[in-house]
């Protein structure tokens, strides 16, 4: 199959140069076809073949090259916008995490202190006595987890 599409492209080839050549020695002889110039003709056929190939094969190489910059400098983009995002947004949760931790133990330990106080106070009638200090911090701490 490959062998086949070579000489196609060979014989494709081979019809350009004889073209050029032809157009050269008519253009070379002012009109009249001067077979003596025929080889002439040839190699400046095979020159315009070689340049027009030449031109062509930069021109899509810097196309590829551009296009594959491009694409290489929009997936970095990408990238880096994304990490930015994803970085916001763990910043953003740890900091909500952080503030509702910190919101939760301010609760208990206020609740936790204000049972103490009250048990406290309640427990012996209006007046302070320390040794049921123990038995008010676990009633506070039980109110404190029924609460929550």
Not at 86 to 99: G, H, L, M, S
């Amino acid at each position: 199959m490959w062998h086949l599409y070579s000489i196609r492209n060979s014989e494709v080839l081979s019809a350009v140069v004889a073209s050029i050549a032809v157009l050269v020695v008519i253009f070379c002889t002012s009109g009249s076809v001067d077979i003596s110039e025929a080889p002439a003709a040839v190699v400046a056929a095979i020159v315009v073949v070689v340049v027009v190939v030449v031109v062509v094969v930069v021109v899509v190489v810097v196309v590829v090259v551009v296009v594959v910059v491009v694409v290489v400098v929009v997936v970095v983009v990408v990238v880096v916008v994304v990490v930015v995002v994803v970085v916001v947004i763990v910043i953003v949760v740890v900091v909500v995490v952080v503030v509702v931790v910190v919101v939760v133990v301010v609760v208990v330990v206020v609740v936790v202190v204000v049972v103490v106080v009250v048990v406290v106070i309640c427990g012996t009638n209006g007046s302070i006595d320390m040794s049921e200090a123990h038995m008010a911090v676990l009633a506070a701490i039980a109110v404190a987890v029924v609460v929550l």
